[in-house]
């Protein structure tokens, strides 16, 4: 199986702060990769896909970046709304895997 | 508009079987590319992939659950199917279905997931 190792687990930012959260796959994935929001008590939401691919509806200060086993969730800007927990998930191979997410708060 | 929605028994014993239903809109089952995946997360933890099921049948599993798992589908009544045999309280989680339909097991609509509980 194809491992995730996301970091951080945890971190706080503040209004307006640009945050970064990485995943590490622990063999190469060829941007096969997607990021998902989860907000308190609901379920995830797709944010990005294909490493980098924005999807339908979600804002701008949302990127994705990487190549082979590393890879990126940017948020340039933090607003109240991007107050949740964030994982990665590799869809290059069976079983998929997700990280273990990242719970990001505000400072 | 998709949309997808859970259902199943609430609350169940170890070694019953769980039976959950998903139930969805806005696409079909029977269009070449789409797939649903099931999922499930235990009360504050992780994501957990558990299987998916394709346009053309094409079945996945994951295999850390040894054989337990079936999925199937209703195409004419827009259902996708999943049972988990001899269950413990591990399995209490809340399951998700979820729609495939970028076509890379990126899963780009969710239900609202569904609380099952395995107690004695």
């Known amino acids: 199986d194809i491992q995730m190792t996301q970091s951080p687990a945890s971190l706080s930012a503040s209004l307006g702060e640009t945050v970064s959260i990485e995943c590490l796959a622990s063999?190469?994935?060829?941007?096969?990769l997607a990021w998902y929001q989860q907000k308190s008590g609901k379920s995830p939401q797709l944010l990005i896909y294909?490493?980098?691919r924005l999807q339908d509806g979600v804002p701008s200060r949302f990127s994705g970046s990487g190549s082979g086993t590393r890879y990126s969730l940017k948020i340039s800007g933090m607003q109240p709304e991007d107050e949740a927990d964030y994982f990665c998930?590799?869809?290059?191979?069976?079983?998929?895997?997700f990280g273990s997410g990242t719970k990001l708060e505000i400072k | 508009q998709v949309t997808l929605k859970e259902s199943g028994p609430g609350i169940l014993q170890p070694s019953q079987t769980l039976s959950l239903t998903c139930t969805f809109s806005?696409?079909?089952?029977?269009?070449?590319?789409?797939?649903v995946g099931w999922i499930r997360q235990p009360s504050g933890k992780g994501l957990e992939w558990l299987a998916n099921?394709?346009?053309?049948?094409?079945?996945y599993y994951n295999p850390s659950l040894k054989n337990r798992l079936t999925i199937s589908k209703d195409t004419s009544n827009n259902q996708a199917f999943l049972k988990i045999t001899n269950v413990d309280t591990a399995d209490t989680a809340t399951y998700y279905c979820?729609?495939?339909?970028?076509?890379?097991?990126?899963?780009?609509?969710w239900g609202q997931g569904v609380m099952v509980t395995v107690s004695s």
């Open positions: 979820a729609r495939i339909g970028l076509g890379r097991n990126y899963f780009d609509y």
């Open positions: 806005g696409f079909s089952l029977s269009t070449y590319g789409m797939g």
């Open positions: 099921i394709w346009w053309d049948d094409d079945k």
């Open positions: 063999e190469g994935i060829s941007n096969d």
């Open positions: 294909a490493a980098s």
């Open positions: 998930q590799q869809s290059y191979k069976y079983p998929l895997t």
